[in-house]
């Protein structure tokens, strides 16, 4: 009888653990990938390279004798600036988009309420962990080739930026032939141009390309180089290589 006595008095912390409210966060983000489709994940931990943004959900642990209302808090920081908080909410979920670069950190507290309607417990209580989730934006890169050679081999056969772009915000980029013509141009960071104007590869040669972007960390591009075209194509049939109308 006494060793049960030992036991059950050894389970108490344990059952009083099992009773006590609690919530967890869970962090999705959704950012749209270079095919334009849409991909997700969990947030916590990650560093993504593209602004995106990330819905907070509230996961609460409500055991008996509580009431399922609870009173939630959430703040946002960036990590290396604790003392500038950036939203306060006091939903049970909420949604941000993320599209300045840096580490934020996302903290949730909550306030249960027991039978009576008032407040009964506060989590985190004393000698708790504060539930939160760390994740980063990059800060920005962009930078494009010197040239392109669209002859359908699958090599360099578009111009696009360069592997290792990132954090950019805004994107407009156009083509001209070297009459000042446009040839074609976009809007998507992760589109690009496939060497032909009315359907068909332009003539080799020189053209030029003008990019204003904007980044993560607020860095402004304004990107105007030359673009060698060279694919073997020059029957002249194509009016992006000539001055013509």
Do not use: C
């Not at 539930?131 to 010197?146: A, G, H, Q």
Request: no cysteine; hydrophobic share 30%; aromatic share 14%.
């Amino acid at each position: 009888m006494k060793r049960i006595l030992t036991i059950f008095l050894a389970l108490l912390p344990l059952i009083a653990w099992a009773q006590t409210p609690s919530v967890e966060i869970v962090g999705t983000y959704y950012v749209t990938n270079e095919d334009g489709e849409e991909e997700t994940g969990d947030v916590n931990g990650q560093t993504l390279n593209d602004p995106f943004r990330v819905v907070f959900t509230a996961e609460p642990t409500i055991p008996d004798g509580y009431k399922s209302q609870v009173w939630y808090e959430w703040t946002m920081w960036k990590t290396d600036e604790p003392e500038n908080i950036l939203i306060r909410r006091n939903d049970e979920s909420f949604e941000y988009e993320i599209n300045v670069a840096g580490s934020y950190t996302v903290q949730l507290k909550a306030i249960f309420y027991g039978e009576e309607g008032v407040e009964d417990y506060e989590f985190p209580s004393e000698g708790e962990e504060p539930k939160y989730v760390i994740f980063t934006l990059s800060s920005s890169k962009l930078e494009f080739p010197n040239g392109i050679s669209p002859n359908d081999d699958d090599r360099n056969d578009v111009l696009k930026p360069k592997d290792g772009y990132k954090g950019i915000v805004d994107f407009h980029a156009v083509v001209f032939n070297r009459w000042g013509k446009k040839l074609y141009s976009w809007d998507n960071v992760h589109g690009g141009w496939d060497g032909k104007y009315n359907g068909k590869v332009v003539k080799d040669g020189v053209y030029f390309l003008h990019v204003t972007a904007k980044g993560s960390d607020g860095i402004n591009y304004n990107i105007k180089k030359a673009i060698n075209v060279i694919s073997g194509y020059n029957n002249g049939e194509n009016e992006g290589g000539s001055g013509e109308e």
